[in-house]
């Protein structure tokens, strides 16, 4: 758990400025999170992931000094409000900013925002666009409001998740609707927490792929390259499976979550997959079990690019963890009143 500290120039606290921190981490894997929702989620992050740096950017002012994140963009209040050209130069204002944020260090950057209001809707797919134009792998999480907040809001977010995609290598939608199928216990007071953790796992769960408990595991930043460059549509799911079959459980618990609905299963063109297990337990990986893995890719078109390996998990016991990764696919028309988006 990191500190949460109220580092804040006093520039800052009069609105007059943007923070970067200058001890920043040296870490290949950068986040923004842009609007209150994409900050928010930032927020739960920065308390979680280390390895990750995090930058929050907004023209709402109280939004960044609200945010343990000492690295904060402000963007010049209400240039936010406006598609296209207005957000561009909203954004190109603060360009600065955003290039010193994005150093030299920096392979990888996720961009977060929840659509369906002004600014992560029309300012997110501009901070991707001068992210991709900088050569960075470029990655783009999205949420979807919830049924709840009405349908011109999801329009909205529909029309800016399109955006964003032009913009991206790789799209992760989630719908939040979906968690409602996750989470018995989901009411309008813990709705949007239940969204910032999965965001949060999302993240997570990337930046393991990247960079792996275990030293051994064969692969790297170059793989995750792979599988997400001009990847499209993509999604990050895991899985357990213990027992008889454990790895063939494992994997489809990982695609039978909710969160998959939206997706054309089985229609993936690039998968990437670390099957977790417990090296010390009483049943490490076996060969044999590596065959499910085999039949399970039966599923898939035979054409679809496959990159899988093993890793150790000391707390899984007998238990084994799947990762999948997937790029590529189509989505179906079962978002709220979605048209069916091409990859
Ligand atoms: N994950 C998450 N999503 C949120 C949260 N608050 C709001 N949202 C979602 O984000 C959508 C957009 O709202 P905001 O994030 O408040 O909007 P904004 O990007 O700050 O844009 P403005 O209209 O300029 O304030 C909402 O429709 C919700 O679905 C939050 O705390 N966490
Ligand atoms: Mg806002």
Redesign the pocket.
Same mark, same amino acid.
């Given at each position: 758990m990191k500190k949460k500290d109220n580092y804040a120039t006093s520039e800052f606290e009069l609105g007059i400025m943007s923070t970067l921190d200058k001890n920043q981490q040296r870490t290949i894997i950068r986040a923004i999170g842009? #609007?209150? #929702? #994409?900050i928010? $989620?930032v927020n739960l992050m920065y308390q979680n992931i280390d390895g990750v740096t995090f930058a929050v950017l /907004?023209? /709402?002012h109280q939004?960044l000094i609200d945010s343990p994140v000492r690295n904060r963009v402000l963007l010049r209040p209400n240039a936010?409000?406006g598609q296209g050209e207005k957000a561009r130069h909203a954004v190109e204002e603060s360009k600065a900013e955003i290039d010193a944020f994005l150093d030299d260090d920096t392979r990888m950057v996720i961009i977060i925002?929840?659509?369906?209001?002004? @600014?992560? @809707?029309d300012v997110a797919p501009e901070v991707a666009r001068i992210a991709r134009e900088k050569g960075l792998l470029t990655v783009g999480i999205v @949420?979807i409001?919830?049924i709840f907040?009405g349908s011109q809001?999801i329009l909205k $977010?529909l029309k800016g998740a399109e955006e964003m995609r032009k913009h991206v290598d790789a799209l992760f939608i989630i719908d939040?609707q979906c968690l409602t199928e996750i989470y018995n216990d989901l009411d309008q007071s813990n709705a949007?927490t239940k969204?910032?953790e999965t965001?949060t796992t999302a993240v997570r769960s990337l930046y393991c792929l990247i960079t792996p408990i275990d030293r051994r595991v064969c692969m790297d930043f170059n793989d995750v390259n792979y599988t997400l460059r001009k990847g499209g549509n993509a999604f990050i799911v895991s899985g357990f499976g213990s027992g008889e079959r454990r790895v063939t459980k494992a994997l489809e618990n990982a695609l039978e979550s909710p969160l998959l609905k939206d997706c054309e299963s089985f229609s993936f063109k690039k998968i990437l997959m670390i099957i977790y297990y417990n090296r010390d337990s009483e049943s490490p990986l076996l060969m044999e079990e590596m065959n499910q893995i085999q039949e399970f890719m039966e599923n898939f078109d035979h054409e679809v690019d496959v990159i899988w390996a093993p890793a150790h998990d000391s707390t899984l016991k007998d238990q084994i963890k799947v990762t999948i990764l997937a790029t590529g696919f189509n989505m179906s028309n079962s978002l709220p009143m979605g048209p069916k988006h091409e990859s």
């Open positions: 842009i #609007g209150a #929702g #994409g928010n $989620a /907004d023209s /709402d939004q936010a409000h925002g929840s659509m369906g209001g002004y @600014t992560g @809707t @949420t409001p919830f907040e809001k $977010a939040n949007f969204s910032n965001l």
